[in-house]
């Protein structure tokens, strides 16, 4: 009678077996690894619509600084992704215009800021700007709130059409453009 041979099953399934504990080793010490980053230092952001154009165009992959606002100050002229107010599921990116506890007055596309250090106002630089808007408004900002514009204003649902944007709805400022990859840049829509 032929002895049939059931070592070398066994070492296949021991190797097999091997593999598969070193890949959930791996997987746990990477989720480990990668869940705290993304859920509170850094988060992948697709740039959706063309109201940040031509700082931002339609697709581009962004990562998103969340954890520089937890840290520090907030500025005037960041780029920063939020949740949006009316639906918090929608995430939108904007740049900030008024701190708070600032009066913002929009007269035709010129925008000026007053606030305790500047009570007579100074006027809002705004070359990243590329067509003329026609906005006439004054809006005020609470002690937690910012005032928030697209650049591409004639095309951007912002802060002029929804309000102040608190605090506690913030995500991050945009930290790093990867796609395009011809237009890779740290820091994207910083005011030189």
Same mark, same amino acid.
């Given at each position: 009678?032929?002895?049939?041979?059931?070592?070398?099953?066994?070492?296949?399934?021991?190797?097999?077996?091997?593999?598969?504990?070193?890949?959930?080793?791996?997987?746990?010490?990477?989720?480990?690894?990668?869940? %705290?980053?993304?859920?509170?230092?850094? /988060?992948?952001? &697709?740039?959706?619509?063309? !109201?940040?154009?031509? $700082?931002?165009?339609? +697709?581009?992959?962004?990562?998103?600084?969340?954890?520089?606002?937890?840290?520090?100050?907030?500025?005037?002229?960041?780029?920063?992704?939020?949740?949006?107010?009316?639906?918090?599921?929608?995430?939108?990116?904007?740049?900030?215009?008024?701190?708070?506890?600032?009066?913002?007055?929009?007269?035709?596309?010129?925008?000026?800021?007053?606030?305790?250090?500047? %009570?007579?106002?100074?006027?809002?630089? /705004?070359?990243? &700007?590329?067509?003329?808007? !026609?906005?006439?408004? $004054?809006?005020?900002? +609470?002690?937690?709130?910012?005032?928030?514009?697209?650049?591409?204003?004639?095309?951007?649902?912002?802060?002029?059409?929804?309000?102040?944007?608190?605090?506690?709805?913030?995500?991050?400022?945009?930290?790093?453009?990867?796609?395009?990859?011809?237009?890779?840049?740290?820091?994207?829509?910083?005011?030189?």
């Amino acid at each position: 009678m032929e002895e049939k041979n059931y070592e070398g099953k066994n070492t296949l399934w021991q190797k097999i077996k091997e593999n598969v504990i070193e890949f959930l080793k791996f997987a746990f010490i990477a989720v480990i690894i990668v869940l %705290p980053i993304r859920m509170f230092i850094a /988060q992948p952001f &697709i740039v959706s619509g063309l !109201s940040m154009f031509p $700082t931002f165009n339609d +697709g581009e992959y962004l990562i998103i600084d969340e954890l520089s606002y937890n840290l520090g100050s907030i500025n005037r002229n960041d780029v920063v992704v939020f949740h949006y107010p009316n639906d918090k599921k929608k995430y939108f990116i904007k740049r900030i215009i008024g701190l708070p506890n600032e009066t913002i007055i929009i007269n035709n596309g010129e925008v000026t800021i007053k606030n305790k250090e500047f %009570p007579e106002g100074f006027k809002l630089e /705004q070359n990243y &700007i590329k067509e003329k808007f !026609s906005t006439t408004s $004054t809006y005020t900002t +609470g002690p937690d709130d910012y005032f928030v514009m697209g650049d591409n204003r004639n095309y951007s649902s912002d802060s002029r059409a929804w309000g102040t944007l608190n605090k506690k709805f913030l995500v991050g400022r945009a930290f790093l453009r990867l796609l395009p990859l011809n237009n890779i840049s740290y820091l994207p829509g910083k005011i030189k």
